[in-house]
């Protein structure tokens, strides 16, 4: 269960690949962008992702209530004014795909309608992202699924009704890529309405790799996502949070960033596989385990007791299991203090190490 982006494998059992959002992050400065490009790959992200629009091919320049902005970090807006400061130029886009190829990274981006899509297409993008605002928009995850390219398909705010008509409309569609993210399409996400259980119900149910588009603050969740099976993390990453852009105020500053890619490498780690073979490191470690020594010099025929044998570290007696059969026999010589006990110092117990007669 895994697609392919570039020849690199995204799945279960596979390396985190873990994107960064630019978003509007650039503040309308390519200069600034590919600084955000060269600074997510030295905070070890695999990916960059842009956003793929105008704000004439998102909505229309209207100042009548439906298109205003309420409720949101970008309250105060309508539709159409807060596009025009977010989208990424579309002349740019050639660019920042060739200086991302050359840093090693991958380079993609959602399309918000079927012209971008198209535009895409002739970049040769490796891959696509639907928004969880667009999951709706049949059309386009037809459009985007015709292309034959993976695609990440994030799920904030939608039902599992919605869900299911999206997949069965990019698999119809001739899709045989998809990775859907769990996502919760708040700006910042609270943590306590992440819901992070669902990450291993998607996987089950739609038979596909799940990750996790974040929108929380910090790297916690995400961290945590992928101890619970998230194979892609997706996080905005600004240079610094201080400046005015519309997302700024929710996504990672570079040092936050790398970070969170140290975090998640060392969770991969250590999830490992179901084992219960002893390590290297612990079979240095058994012999500080108990066992049974004499703890108190002990006089040929005198009877072993709980004041002469404990079990005690470290591990070069006999095993504990064997101390109710050996109180109450004899010594067969005398014993000093700290000699770890074994059954030719017990009269009547010739056996070999595992007990046996």
Known sequence: ??????????????????????????????????????????????????????????TIDSDKEWFQIKGTIWEGNNLYKLYQEAFTPWEWQSQLKQVSEKLGLDFFSTPFDVTAVDFLQGLNVPAYKIASFELVDIPLLKKIAIT????????GMATLEEIDEAV?????????QLVLLKCTSAYPAAAQEMNLNAISYIS????????????????????????LGACIIEKHLTLTRKDPGP????????????????DIRIVEKALGKVSFEVTEKEKENR???RSLFVVKDIKKGETFSAKNIRSIRPGHGLHTRYLEQILDKKAVKDIEKGTPLNW???EGCNRDEKGRA
């Open 168 to 176: 069965q409309t990019l698999v119809l569609a001739g899709n045989k």
């Open 148 to 155: 034959g390219k993976p695609v990440i398909m994030s799920t």
């Open 344 to 346: 030719n110092l017990v």
């Open 287 to 289: 012999v500080f385990r």
């Open 204 to 227: 089950e149910k739609y038979k596909v790799p799940v990750g996790l588009s974040d929108h929380t603050l910090g790297s916690a969740v995400a961290v945590a996502a992928v101890a």
């Open 1 to 58: 269960m895994y697609i392919t982006i570039n020849n690199r494998k995204i799945g279960k059992g596979k390396t985190v690949y873990i994107i960064a959002e630019l978003s509007a992050n650039h503040n309308q400065s390519i200069d600034k962008a590919i600084k955000l490009i060269e600074v997510a790959k030295q905070a070890g992200a695999d990916a960059v992702k842009i956003q793929t629009y105008t704000a004439d091919t998102m």
């Open 247 to 262: 997302d700024a105020t929710f996504s990672m500053e570079p040092a936050e960033f790398k970070s969170m890619v140290d």
